[in-house]
């Protein structure tokens, strides 16, 4: 036997009594990647959220100041900005739950096994295509020539003109997620036995009795689920203001990219994006404490 | 209820994350950046003659300063092949070029309102104008202007330049325009559109100038508090009024088509492109004048291909390429030989893009120059850019 396959032979031996050693080692590469570009980049991020910039050269000044923080929350123009954001956030996350909830019930519990892989392919459709050209489709539909202000003249409606308003916001964003949150609640149905419903109905229980004392509280963590997404999309995004959002219309993304691409201003960039991370940690822990992890 | 592990190492984790962001900063401190003086790269030595080329070129330029139709025959004559980034704002320019370390780039192609920054920031060199031998033939104002000439240096070569023009529809304008006010004007609530960016504090301070002229405004970018905060409020006054403001060239474009603008700042290229789309549009400057930009190639501090970059500014400054760039892109060339080839590449060119206008016409014209906190007159009570920034995120916000 050579040196070389004997040494070969003591390490496999070595692993198979030391299982700890084997896991480390199948999990430190991926670990490592979690440790160094995700969580060491996030300190970067809040470590440079107390620095400033010099005025002049835009070059990063390496000195400890609350000054980022203090602007945020003394300068009304954040507080909006935030505000905006979050509330964009929430409305579109309880347009999708409301527009979600019966078309995933329908594809879970009534329409045929065929036809429910049909629909559950038209939800996800509209994610083959780019971001930018179903954003763009919408300004189409929606501007002054567009598709919705033709048809309302030729049904002699009342013609809108919703294309750069927070309205059109309103409903891109909820458009571009609503598969994020269908996908979920379906699922969430589909672990709904159907004995159970029709328990409930034999024990002489109403629609709506049934729906809130049985089905609610088995889809709930489906919702909450799906709202996370939502929630988080567009709490982070800042294409959608760019392109169909009107005068008063920025969201954090959109002041975070203000200060870093056009300000130079990083620090005051990394501080704003401090703020989302914050939001969105309360939001998590909400959703916690609604047992949207319990499945997990 | 099951909690699951991962959530506590979670929010182990993030524990851990906060307590450090208050502890490392403490370690990093360094004392603050240094006021104004002499540009740090004003001693460094230039070269007095053009080497062979290294091979390559690594430029910073805005979108159309590269087209293969000049590109390609440079990389022919001299073996340079040229490698280009798009940026999309000055500042981005001025980020990436002192981001990189100075290592990464040659030159820069950076408008008027970055100049400063780059030259004070060490980024960029002076260069020898004796090995741009086109240099001669400019524009004189272009040839030692005070956005890229400091005490004799010349951090760069001028490029082509155009004006911020008042764009409207004919339809809603029988006849063009003459002042500014028409963008500040309530009767045209909701069909107005402005750039989105910072600079457009100067467009609010230059009308100021003949509207209000109490408050002695001589230059729309060295503005007291007192005349900054007129030109803000002017601004936000205008808010309500305001359509869209637009980020991409396309975006104002497609407000005029579709009428939902039909009075704005824009740039001539949009213009023409309208035009030529059929769109009853026309563009004017009115009597306060307008702002502009004014580009230039700049040479960055530590370029690791420096022969490359002076054939290339040297090329760039000939008639034949300055012609060719101003009719591709809608500008005016500094290069006042470009204005008969203008000619012969697009009837009429010469006249459209203003190569021939008089000396008149561009003293209309003020220039993006960085907003220092030190004024020409100087004093120290001038609003920097930092400010100029941050008031235009309370305009528009």
Redesign the interface.
């Known amino acids: 036997m050579s040196v070389r396959e004997r040494t070969r032979q003591r390490l496999g031996a070595a692993l198979w009594r030391r299982p700890w050693l084997r896991g480390a080692l199948i999990l430190s590469p991926p670990l490592m990647w979690f440790l160094v570009v995700y969580l060491a980049s996030l300190v970067a991020l809040l470590i440079t959220a107390f620095f400033s910039v010099n005025e002049l050269t835009g070059n990063i000044v390496y000195q400890w100041t609350w000054a980022n923080f203090s602007q945020i929350f003394t300068q009304s123009v954040y507080g909006v900005i935030i505000l905006r954001t979050v509330i964009m956030a929430v409305l579109v996350t309880i347009t999708d739950a409301l527009i979600a909830l019966p078309f995933a019930f329908f594809i879970a519990k009534i329409a045929s096994r065929r036809s429910r892989q049909a629909f559950l392919a038209l939800v996800f459709l509209p994610l083959w295509a780019s971001y930018l050209a179903r954003v763009y489709a919408w300004i189409n539909i929606l501007s002054n020539h567009g598709v919705l202000p033709n048809l309302e003249s030729h049904l002699g409606l009342p013609i809108t003109n919703l294309a750069y308003t927070n309205v059109a916001m309103w409903i891109v964003f909820s458009y571009l997620w609503l598969p994020f949150m269908i996908v979920p609640i379906y699922g969430a149905f589909e672990r709904v036995p159907d004995s159970l419903l029709e328990a409930s109905a034999d024990l002489g229980a109403g629609t709506w009795f049934t729906f809130r004392q049985v089905l609610m509280p088995m889809i709930l963590p489906g919702i909450v689920a799906g709202s996370i997404f939502t929630f988080s999309l567009t709490l982070g995004d800042f294409i959608t203001p760019l392109l169909i959002g009107g005068s008063s219309s920025n969201f954090i993304g959109n002041a975070i990219y203000d200060s870093a691409i056009n300000g130079g201003d990083l620090p005051f960039a990394a501080a704003l994006a401090f703020v989302s991370i914050a939001i969105m940690a309360i939001y998590l822990f909400l959703a916690r404490l609604a047992g949207a992890f319990d499945a997990i | ?2 909690r ?1 592990r991962f ?1 506590r190492w979670f929010s182990a ?2 524990v851990v ?2 307590l ?2 208050f502890v ?3 370690a ?6 240094a006021s ?1 003086g002499t540009p740090p790269t004003q001693g460094d030595k230039t070269p007095t003659s053009i080497g062979k080329g290294e091979g390559k070129l690594n430029i910073i330029a805005w979108e159309g300063y590269t087209q293969p139709q000049w590109v390609k025959p440079f990389e022919k004559t001299t073996g340079c092949v040229v490698n280009v980034k798009y940026a ?2 000055s ?2 320019m ?2 990436l070029m ?1 981001n990189g370390g100075g290592h990464q780039w040659d030159l820069v192609s950076a408008s008027g309102d970055a100049d ?2 780059l030259i ?3 980024d960029v060199k002076p260069i020898n104008m004796k090995l741009v031998p086109s240099w001669s033939e400019f524009e004189p104002f272009l040839k030692s202007p005070s956005f890229n000439t400091i005490n004799g240096y010349h951090y760069g070569v001028s490029f082509e330049f155009g004006p911020n023009v008042l764009l409207y529809s004919t339809k809603v304008f029988k006849t063009a325009p003459t002042s500014w006010s028409v963008i500040y004007d309530k009767k045209y609530k909701g069909e107005i559109s402005i750039p989105d ?2 600079i457009q504090i100067a467009d609010a301070a230059l009308y100021l100038e003949t509207a209000q002229p109490k408050l002695g405004i001589t230059d729309p970018y060295e503005l007291t508090q007192t005349q900054f905060t007129a030109a803000v409020n002017l601004l936000k006054s205008e ?2 009024l ?4 637009w ?1 991409l060239a396309s ?1 104002e474009i ?2 005029f088509q ?3 603008a039909v009075v704005g700042a824009a740039w001539p290229y949009q213009t023409s492109t309208l035009k030529a789309a059929g769109a009853p549009v026309n563009d004017t400057i009115p009597k306060q004048g307008a702002t502009g930009w004014a580009d230039t190639w700049m040479l960055a501090a530590n370029a690791p291909d420096p022969n490359c970059a002076y054939k290339w500014m040297a090329y760039m400054s000939t008639p034949k390429i300055q012609a060719e760039d101003a009719i591709s892109y809608g500008e005016t060339p500094a290069n006042t030989l470009a204005c008969p080839i203008m000619n012969t590449l697009e009837k009429g060119g010469c006249a459209a893009y203003h190569a021939n206008a008089p000396q008149s016409y561009f003293k209309t014209i003020k220039f993006w120059k ?1 907003p ?2 030190t004024c020409d007159n100087g004093q120290n009570d001038c609003v ?3 400010q100029w ?2 008031a ?3 305009i ?2």
Not at chain 2, 242 to 245: A, D, E, R, S
């Open positions: 209820m099951n699951p959530l984790g993030a994350l906060l450090s962001s490392v900063p403490i990093f401190s360094a004392p603050a950046g104004l999309g704002s500042s981005e001025v980020s002192a400063l920054r004070y920031g060490g960016n910072p808010h309500p305001i359509k869209k403001y980020d975006q497609s407000l579709n009428g939902e960085t220092l906190t920097g850019f930092t920034q941050q235009w995120t309370q528009t916000g």
